[in-house]
């Protein structure tokens, strides 16, 4: 006989297999079509605000620093509530409260069960605080390269060091949107898979570019019958 907390063990792989498949497709239009994702078109604009910024010679370098300063404060603010959300879910670990384990959750309420589903959402929030650092570094690294005058340094360079902290800042994001499927599987594996192909489909619609697509194809249109 099928019993609820053999659940789990086919609806919670479903549900991550569901949220990793997306986002290595993802990854892969990142590197191979990035002009058809959001984040493709962020990082050409980045690219762009670099470039004009280095290669102007009355550079308006406040705006630049407050522009970066902006990204600085958001990612620390981000850092603190993955950071703080960790310490809670470490304190919820320590009192061993029952309160996840009621007979109501339609699903496996095991202790050995709630302790994987407890460390798997703190790895989720510690992942995010670790990226936003690292995106706060980024662009305070971005701050002192942008505010030098003058110097031997390139664009390319500062544009690295501007994506790299965007990067980081997305790969932050995406392990705070795991997290939300992990905090439904508290209440039982339906709503964790549920909640998967929720975040999938609302991402899907963020994550593709397509008003910027169809912008470039019919610019390439024009071009192409201006040949003609």
Same mark, same amino acid.
């Given at each position: 006989?099928?019993?609820?907390?053999?659940?789990?063990?086919?609806?919670? !792989? #479903? $549900? *991550?297999?569901?949220?990793?498949?997306?986002?290595?497709?993802?990854?892969?239009? #990142?590197?191979?079509? !990035?002009? /058809?994702?959001?984040?493709?078109?962020? =990082? =050409?604009?980045?690219?762009?605000?670099?470039?004009?910024?280095?290669?102007?010679?009355?550079?308006?370098?406040?705006?630049?620093? %407050?522009?970066?300063?902006?990204?600085?404060?958001?990612?620390?603010?981000?850092?603190?509530?993955?950071?703080?959300?960790?310490?809670?879910?470490?304190?919820?670990?320590?009192?061993?409260?029952?309160?996840?384990?009621?007979?109501?959750?339609?699903?496996? /309420?095991?202790?050995?069960?709630?302790?994987?589903?407890?460390?798997?959402?703190?790895?989720?929030?510690?992942?995010?605080? @670790? #990226?936003?650092?690292?995106?706060?570094?980024?662009?305070?690294?971005?701050?002192?390269?942008? @505010?030098?005058? $003058? $110097? %031997? *340094? @390139?664009?390319?360079?500062?544009?690295?060091?501007?994506?790299?902290?965007? %990067?980081?800042?997305?790969?932050?994001?995406?392990?705070?949107?795991?997290?939300?499927?992990?905090?439904?599987?508290?209440? $039982?594996?339906?709503?964790?898979?549920?909640?998967?192909?929720?975040?999938?489909?609302?991402?899907?619609?963020?994550?593709?570019?397509?008003?910027?697509?169809?912008?470039?194809?019919?610019?390439?249109?024009?071009?192409?019958?201006?040949?003609?």
């Amino acid at each position: 006989m099928f019993e609820k907390e053999n659940l789990d063990l086919v609806l919670v !792989p #479903c $549900g *991550l297999l569901i949220m990793f498949s997306y986002h290595l497709i993802l990854l892969y239009r #990142c590197l191979k079509l !990035p002009h /058809t994702t959001v984040i493709g078109f962020e =990082n =050409n604009d980045k690219k762009i605000w670099v470039q004009k910024l280095m290669q102007s010679e009355n550079r308006d370098v406040k705006t630049a620093l %407050d522009v970066l300063s902006a990204n600085v404060s958001a990612a620390t603010n981000l850092a603190s509530v993955s950071i703080t959300l960790s310490a809670l879910i470490g304190a919820w670990i320590a009192n061993n409260s029952s309160v996840f384990q009621s007979k109501l959750i339609y699903g496996d /309420t095991r202790p050995s069960t709630m302790s994987i589903k407890y460390v798997s959402l703190l790895v989720c929030f510690l992942l995010a605080f @670790s #990226c936003f650092v690292q995106s706060s570094r980024c662009f305070i690294h971005a701050n002192y390269l942008v @505010s030098t005058a $003058g $110097g %031997d *340094l @390139s664009a390319e360079y500062v544009e690295l060091v501007v994506i790299r902290g965007g %990067d980081f800042w997305s790969v932050g994001l995406r392990a705070m949107y795991f997290a939300t499927p992990l905090l439904l599987w508290f209440f $039982g594996p339906i709503p964790m898979l549920a909640t998967s192909v929720a975040m999938v489909a609302l991402l899907h619609y963020l994550d593709s570019d397509t008003a910027s697509l169809k912008k470039n194809r019919s610019i390439g249109k024009q071009k192409l019958d201006e040949r003609i």
